[in-house]
């Protein structure tokens, strides 16, 4: 059975850093693609990033293009999303899945809440 | 990039109704990579159509996809209790490659 399990939401404050994991069992990431997505409170879903199974290239939304990078590790079987210059608008929850043209694996989200 | 307009916003229908949900594109969509979501609330979404008709595992019958192009749809044939949820349509690129999600569709009674 594929299981993903985000951690590593929370509160920040605007400016700050936060890194979430996401961790698989039952697939091997490397075999697949990733992908982010986001769902800021009572708003609609919004792809955040993604990485090939290969691991590169990796591939952003405009509105986090340069504040946040996607990675992965093949030894933890783990991939991650380290967030920097966090904003008010990134609050959301955080999904990971695995993609292919179409995401088909979810996990079941981490709330990232940035405020002062 | 490619913009996905869901209609009609939120959809009011009774069990045992059909419910079409529609799903237009700014522009053609690569090899109708298009893809279909439900989600309830508290639920990570829930894949039901992929490649514009073909239903995921596992997901029943009355579930369908239709269109081509830049013009999709989802159909429920007949409405089930646990049918009234959101619907997001999602398109996916690979050069340059990305992807984007419809507004959302409310199905409620």
């Known amino acids: 059975e594929v299981q993903l399990l985000e951690s590593g939401g929370g509160l920040v404050q605007p400016g700050g850093s936060l890194r979430l994991s996401c961790a698989a069992s039952?697939?091997?990431?490397?075999?697949?693609?990733m992908t982010w997505v986001r769902q800021a409170p009572g708003k609609g879903l919004e792809w955040v990033s993604g990485?090939?199974?290969?691991?590169?290239?990796?591939y952003y939304a405009d509105s986090v293009k340069g504040r946040f990078t996607t990675s992965r590790d093949n030894s933890r079987n783990t991939l991650y999303l380290q967030m920097n210059s966090l904003r008010a608008e990134d609050t959301a929850v955080y999904y990971c899945?695995?993609?292919?043209?179409?995401?088909?694996?979810w996990g079941q989200g981490t709330l990232v809440t940035v405020s002062s | 990039e490619i913009v996905l307009t869901q209609s009609p916003g939120t959809l009011s229908l009774s069990p045992g109704e059909r419910a079409t949900l529609s799903c237009r594109a700014s522009?053609?969509?690569?090899?109708?990579?298009l893809a279909w979501y439900q989600q309830k609330p508290g639920q990570a979404p829930r894949l039901l159509i992929y490649?514009?008709?073909n239903r995921a595992t596992g997901i029943p019958d009355r579930f369908s996809g239709s269109g081509s192009g830049t013009d999709f749809t989802l159909t429920i044939s007949r409405l089930e209790p646990e049918d009234f949820a959101v619907y997001y349509c999602?398109?996916?690129?690979?050069?340059?490659?990305?992807?984007?999600f419809g507004g959302g569709t409310t199905v409620d009674i």
């Open positions: 899945a695995r993609h292919i043209r179409y995401m088909d694996y």
């Open positions: 039952g697939l091997t990431l490397s075999n697949y693609g």
């Open positions: 990485i090939f199974g290969s691991g590169v290239p990796t």
């Open positions: 522009q053609s969509v690569s090899s109708n990579y």
């Open positions: 490649d514009a008709s």
């Open positions: 999602q398109q996916y690129s690979s050069s340059p490659p990305g992807l984007t």
